[in-house]
């Protein structure tokens, strides 16, 4: 059964450091989205891409927060600088087009 | 009222009861729904989409009502290994590709021998 892949799974950083989360998403899948979970609360969404393109990135704290997806393909999103509150898990999910979403295991950072 | 609300729970049930879960959603434009499972520390994995005429998948039941913007989920003969926490999910708009997901709070399920 394919599956979302994200690296590395667990991250410490200290804070103001730069941090980067990688996604590969199921294969066929054009539309991915990370999201980012507290504990004790449901994901919520970071940022969608459909293809190469960002559909919504509203909730995104752009000051500090940044995802690419250059081919259409994985993703990477990026931090910096790293602030307490960013401890989290980070999850990607991907999905063909209709609105079953499919995660991967998550990154979990730590920032101290 | 958040987009999606869910039973604080904890839920702790003996084996062998059943147990229902009530979610209710604020956007009436919302036409997709769901409930995913999630393992501790684990991510969160599809259990069933949720229809308008209702739907089974085992000993799991799923139901919508859009009049009342209300979704719920039965679960039947509950097994330790329903032990998790079930999140109620809800496309934030119209049924188009991709659209994103508002996930509830979740609610937590302990089943015990």
């Known amino acids: 059964e394919a599956e979302v892949a994200q690296s590395p799974r667990y991250k410490i950083t200290e804070k103001s450091q730069a941090v980067a989360f990688w996604c590969d998403p199921i294969s066929g899948h054009a539309t991915l989205y990370w999201y980012r979970q507290i504990l004790g609360q449901g994901p919520e969404l970071l940022v969608q891409?459909?293809?190469?393109?960002?559909?919504?990135d509203s909730q995104l704290p752009k000051d500090r927060f940044s995802a690419e997806r250059l081919k259409g393909v994985d993703s990477t999103l990026k931090i910096q600088p790293a602030e307490l509150g960013d401890s989290a898990m980070y999850l990607c999910?991907?999905?063909?087009?209709?609105?079953?979403?499919?995660f991967g295991p998550g990154t979990r950072l730590t920032v101290t | 009222r958040k987009e999606v609300e869910q039973d604080p729970g904890p839920f702790n049930v003996p084996e062998g009861a059943t147990v229902a879960f009530n979610c209710t959603y604020s956007n009436s434009a919302s036409q997709s729904f769901f409930w995913y499972r999630q393992d501790c520390r684990k991510e969160p994995k599809l259990l069933m989409s949720v229809y308008s005429s209702g739907n089974e998948d085992g000993r799991f039941t799923a139901q919508l009502n859009r009049a009342s913007q209300y979704i719920s989920l039965l679960i039947r003969d509950s097994k330790l290994s329903d032990s998790a926490t079930y999140l109620c999910?809800?496309?934030?708009?119209?049924?188009?590709?991709?659209?994103?997901?508002?996930f509830g709070k979740g609610t937590t399920l302990s089943v015990s021998s």
């Open positions: 891409f459909q293809d190469e393109s960002v559909v919504d």
């Open positions: 999910a991907s999905s063909r087009g209709q609105n079953e979403q499919y």
């Open positions: 999910v809800v496309s934030r708009g119209s049924n188009q590709a991709g659209t994103a997901l508002i």
